[in-house]
């Protein structure tokens, strides 16, 4: 089964700015939809932004709206996750997604393949 594999989390003061990348193991992802979802400790798995797998369309959760920015090169095989104003209550880890199939962008069983996730920690 195909892995994805996401990078760029670590620790960050409130305001402070991070980059996620993502990007498959072993073959291409071009032709797929990808997204980005988080868990924080205790909570359930949420849809934090996808992106079509030509980029003409981009979706995001209203909590990250203005302030994260989804995209990705199908030349460098790699998807990103731009995050900017990180609040503490952006802390999780990150997960990455991508699917082939055609998808409802925000639902956690539109994805077929997943990474291992990334943490994130915004201090206040």
């Known amino acids: 089964q195909a892995l994805l594999l996401e990078s760029g989390g670590g620790l960050v003061q409130a305001g402070g700015s991070l980059r996620l990348s993502c990007a498959p193991s072993?073959?291409?992802?071009?032709?797929?939809?990808m997204g980005w979802f988080r868990q924080a400790p205790g909570k359930q798995r949420d849809f934090v932004a996808a992106?079509?797998?030509?980029?003409?369309?981009?979706y995001y959760a209203d909590s990250v709206k203005g302030r994260f920015t989804i995209s990705r090169d199908n030349a460098k095989n790699t998807g990103y996750l731009q995050m900017n104003s990180l609040k503490p209550e952006d802390t999780a880890v990150y997960y990455c997604a991508a699917t082939s199939r055609p998808w409802s962008p925000n639902r956690i069983l539109a994805y077929d393949y997943w990474g291992q996730g990334t943490q994130v920690t915004v201090s206040s």
């Open positions: 992106v079509t797998w030509n980029s003409g369309n981009t």
């Open positions: 072993g073959h291409s992802f071009s032709c797929y939809a």
